[in-house]
């Protein structure tokens, strides 16, 4: 699945903007600009349009919940062009196609198992994340800094290693009853 257009209408600080990334080379496309121009809510909205608006959110401070829109047109792994627009609703169906028929059943498998999760340490890591990725590499703690250092030396499965020695130390390394140690 690939973005050729996303949308903003009325949510958020915008009313009416559009990413086009339908001309140009195909794959990685950077989106850049100065401090407060909306790359941060852009990176959250795309999220939004893909996984659904969360029900409990503080964007509404322009725009009326009912007026969020996300559209999107995108190319699905057949380059076949469909618009989808997402809506923020307190029930019923959110995601929705150019006939504003229920596009999950499109959407899902075009996601191919994707989450939330997933999408934003993947796809849409934020500065605030990159900075705390960073802390967590210096101080050996969290999940970032072991999926950078795989990424980075090409191991696919360095936290399933990680756990068996963690699992092999602590069977090793567990005191008896009564020890204070034990030699090996």
């Known amino acids: 699945m690939k973005f050729s257009k996303i949308r903003f209408e009325k949510i958020g600080p915008f009313d009416n903007t559009t990413l086009d990334f339908s001309t140009g080379n195909p794959g990685l496309h950077i989106v850049y600009g100065s401090n407060e121009a909306g790359k941060s809510s852009a990176l959250k909205y795309i999220e939004w ?5 969360p029900p409990q959110n503080d964007d509404n401070f322009k725009h009326k919940f009912g007026d969020f829109l996300i559209e999107s047109t995108i190319l699905d792994n057949n380059s076949k062009t469909h618009l989808l627009k997402r809506r923020k609703t307190p029930i019923g169906r959110t995601i929705l196609d150019a006939n504003n ?8 498998p075009m996601l191919g198992g994707l989450v939330r999760e997933t999408f934003s340490m993947q796809f849409g890591i934020s500065h605030a994340q990159l900075r705390a990725g960073g802390r967590e590499v210096l101080e050996g ?8 250092f795989e990424a980075g030396a090409g191991l696919s499965n360095l936290r399933k ?4 020695l963690e699992k092999r130390a602590t069977e090793i390394y567990t005191p ?5 140690y034990e030699t090996i």
């Open 49 to 53: 349009f893909l996984f659904g608006i």
């Open 101 to 108: 028929c229920d596009a999950t059943p499109l959407l899902e």
């Open 141 to 148: 703690e969290g999940d970032l800094g072991p999926m950078i």
């Open 161 to 164: 290693i990680l756990q068996q």
């Open 176 to 180: 008896r009853k009564g020890e204070l």
